[in-house]
């Protein structure tokens, strides 16, 4: 069965810094990979998605993703976080049938907060 | 595109009760996700359609709880005789036919409180 790590439940930063935020999967097969935000009160909006091709993605807001199929991760970096970007990351693998996915494990987040 | 809506936002309710949770995807979606998702945890896939077609659903999913989604539009899901660990937030997606990867979009959330 798959499984995602992310092995930081809490990541303080002070605004401007540099980020990464770890994340490890299990999937047998070719991983879809997400990560996803969530702020106080919001549902969850995708930063970024890897499904084949090109290993380093871009999403919104300046995120990108880097998948190392021989490390199992998809770690999140942004190079100079706002303090708009205080929020919940989830990284999740998407389980594929017939080719399309259709399920996602989600890991358990990490909560990003953003000293001035 | 107003994209997906679920209804309602809050729902408090006492143990043993039934509650009943709608969601309405975005237009011409025709996949539709359920997940739950409890303080500290991140979402838990718990079922999803296709169409009006029930295709899979989670070990999560006990025998209180049933999703539908007549002529493959809006969805509900029910629990019956709530008990307190079914506390949580309760997401709905939806995802299109015209997406090869069917990225799945979430809609706000019903928080239940039971009580």
């Known amino acids: 069965a798959q499984s995602v790590t992310q092995p930081d439940i809490h990541i303080t930063v002070s605004e401007g810094a540099s980020l990464e935020l770890r994340c490890n999967y299990s999937?047998?097969?070719?991983?879809?990979l997400f990560w996803y935000v969530q702020s106080p009160g919001q549902g969850l909006q995708l930063l970024l998605k890897y499904f084949s091709g090109d290993t380093l993605v871009q999403g919104i807001k300046g995120f990108e993703a880097e998948f190392k199929r021989s490390q199992s991760s998809f770690n999140l970096r942004k190079p100079s976080v706002h303090w708009s970007d205080a929020a919940e990351y989830f990284c999740a693998v998407g389980s594929s049938s017939g080719g399309s996915n259709y399920k996602l494990t989600f890991g358990k987040g990490t909560l990003l907060t953003v000293n001035p | 595109d107003t994209g997906v809506s679920q209804d309602p936002r809050h729902k408090i309710t006492k143990r043993g009760q039934n509650v009943t949770f709608r969601c309405d995807p975005i237009?011409?979606?025709?996949?539709l996700y359920w997940y739950r998702q409890t303080l500290g945890q991140g979402p838990e896939f718990l079922t999803y359609?296709?169409?009006?077609?029930?295709?899979?659903k989670s070990r999560l999913l006990s025998d209180r709880f049933s999703a539908e989604r007549p002529k493959g539009s809006f969805s509900t899901l029910e629990i019956q005789r709530t008990e307190q660990g079914d506390s949580a937030m309760y997401l709905c997606?939806?995802?299109?036919?015209?997406?090869?990867?069917?990225?799945?979009?979430f809609g706000p959330g019903t928080r239940l409180t039971v009580t």
């Open positions: 999937y047998g097969a070719t991983p879809y």
């Open positions: 359609f296709q169409n009006e077609a029930q295709l899979e």
């Open positions: 997606a939806s995802s299109s036919r015209q997406d090869p990867n069917y990225e799945q979009y």
């Open positions: 237009s011409e979606h025709n996949r």
